[in-house]
């Protein structure tokens, strides 16, 4: 059984920065593609970055690129998102998910992931 926590979530103003991370516990890490995804009140849960097993792949969703980067730390079995020039929009709670494949075929489909951390607030004002 994978266990997975996020931390990091904060306040912060627009155009600061934020790391979170996901501890994972269980399971062999390496061989499971990490993602992150973020759900705002009254929408569906979105994908926003992910890394394949060995941190050789990644994928962002198209807001994103350029201002948050994924990695991943296999030996401290950890994956990090940091988030830079962060804006009002991208206000959510921020979920950690793991895939039981080292490579998912569909990045963007919370159905590619089958372990969930309990997520971690993210709010930036304006």
């Known amino acids: 059984q994978v266990h997975l926590v996020e931390s990091g979530g904060g306040l912060v103003q627009a155009g600061a920065s934020l790391k979170l991370s996901c501890a994972a516990s269980g399971g062999t890490f390496s061989t499971n593609a990490m993602a992150w995804f973020r759900q705002a009140p009254g929408t569906r849960r979105e994908f926003v970055a992910g890394?394949?097993?060995?941190?050789?792949?990644?994928m962002y969703e198209e807001s994103v690129k350029g201002r948050f980067t994924i990695s991943r730390d296999n030996a401290e079995r950890t994956v990090y998102l940091q988030m830079n020039t962060l804006k009002p929009e991208d206000t959510a709670v921020y979920y950690c998910?793991?895939?039981?494949?080292?490579?998912?075929?569909?990045?963007?489909?919370?159905?590619?992931?089958?372990?969930w951390g309990q997520g971690t607030q993210v709010t930036v004002s304006s």
């Open positions: 890394i394949s097993g060995s941190g050789g792949g990644t």
């Open positions: 998910a793991g895939s039981i494949d080292p490579y998912p075929e569909t990045w963007f489909s919370s159905r590619a992931y089958k372990f």
